[in-house]
């Protein structure tokens, strides 16, 4: 037992002090895009920088630091005990929308070879950016001072999963390393965070808020009263369709349907509502309509038939008719696709029809396309 204790101390001092490495940088561009579903399927913690070496090392370069606090792009920085908080700005790529994101960085003492980079020797300790500390380490045998400061930058993935709504966000990072004497040296990563959160899509109609629409069809009789009457009529009813991804899907698959009761002589694609005296589903206990959807991808009407589906295919660019809603299920507005519905029956001789109260179900269903844009 006391050989085994006597193990594990001395490993932990040999990881604690100095070990010898190679560094390697400046990497001053970076980028990272991460795809994810909300509100808590983010990866592990994403490394903008890990030990990235400025490329120069020196007395000066002992107490360089990393300005991260740019007014120009709205980007804070606080300063705590061996790290920094940095808040930047993302925003959603098609509303506009902008949300504050905070990542962690610090920068480590490191005693660089320039004779045997590969010998570089770390010290493991984190300063926050704007420390000047000039650290002096030790190996049990011998002391070296840091002539270094390398750069360890990420994303927390608590943030990544903290975005208000789903949608395509977008920002980027900006840090400078100064040393007296030095060219400072520009770092920026640019960040994509794809949050998809497909438990929030929706069909949404705005006139009935988050209740199922109950569509009235106007069928009051025209014409004479001798036999010769008629009714017809054109109902819309106001849709948006909402992805859970602020309206940047590539395309959406729609199909509609009725109760599928079906009846003799109906018109191929036609949809029906039943009288609900008789029970029935012979041509005059039913009345036929057809319906027409506003494509918000083409911006024009196109005729949906009874148990077909539809692929929408994105436009050009994206760039689409949206709108911004406030759903019942999402504290924040977001963007939904309009996609409004007309509900068409053709003209008819009343006296053809059996006298009561006509009732039926449509049924929209939705599936949004989330692959990359």
Request: with cysteine.
């Amino acid at each position: 037992m006391r050989l085994k204790a006597g193990l594990i101390v001395c490993g932990l001092l040999a990881a604690i002090n100095v070990q010898a490495k190679m560094y390697y940088g400046p990497t001053p561009n970076v980028s990272t895009q991460q795809e994810y579903e909300l509100p808590s399927g983010a990866p592990a913690d994403v490394y903008l920088w890990k030990e990235d070496y400025p490329g120069t090392s020196g007395y000066y370069d002992a107490v360089g630091t990393y300005k991260c606090a740019y007014s120009d792009v709205q980007q804070t920085c606080s300063h705590q005990s061996g790290r920094s908080t940095i808040t930047i700005v993302l925003k959603e790529k098609r509303s506009g929308m902008t949300h504050s994101l905070k990542l962690q960085a610090y920068m480590t003492g490191i005693k660089y070879n320039n004779a045997d980079p590969s010998q570089s020797e770390s010290c493991n300790a984190r300063y926050a950016l704007n420390n000047q500390t000039y650290l002096s380490c030790s190996t049990s045998s011998w002391s070296i001072v840091d002539n270094a400061r390398v750069l360890t930058a990420w994303i927390p993935q608590s943030e990544m999963n903290n975005l208000p709504v789903g949608g395509v966000w977008e920002g980027a990072l900006k840090l400078q390393y100064n040393a007296a004497g030095r060219t400072p040296v520009n770092f920026v990563a640019n960040i994509t965070l794809k949050g998809k959160a497909t438990g929030k899509q929706d069909i949404f109609f705005p006139e009935f808020n988050n209740a199922n629409p109950l569509v009235q069809l106007d069928l009051h009789p025209t014409g004479a009263i001798t036999g010769n009457s008629f009714a017809e009529d054109v109902t819309t009813l106001d849709m948006c369709l909402y992805d859970g991804y602020n309206s940047n899907s590539d395309s959406m698959k729609l199909s509609f349907a009725d109760e599928n009761k079906g009846g003799a002589s109906r018109k191929n694609g036609y949809y029906s509502i039943y009288n609900t005296g008789t029970a029935g589903t012979g041509e005059n206990e039913r009345i036929d309509y057809r319906l027409e959807m506003f494509n918000p991808h083409t911006q024009s009407w196109m005729r949906v038939d009874n148990g077909q589906g539809y692929d929408i295919s994105a436009g050009v660019n994206g760039q689409d008719q949206v709108r911004p809603v406030h759903l019942p299920s999402i504290s924040y507005p977001v963007l939904c696709a309009p996609a409004p519905l007309r509900l068409i029956v053709d003209k008819f001789r009343v006296t053809d029809k059996t006298a009561g109260y006509y009732k039926g179900t449509l049924q929209v269903y939705f599936s949004p396309s989330l692959n990359s844009i």
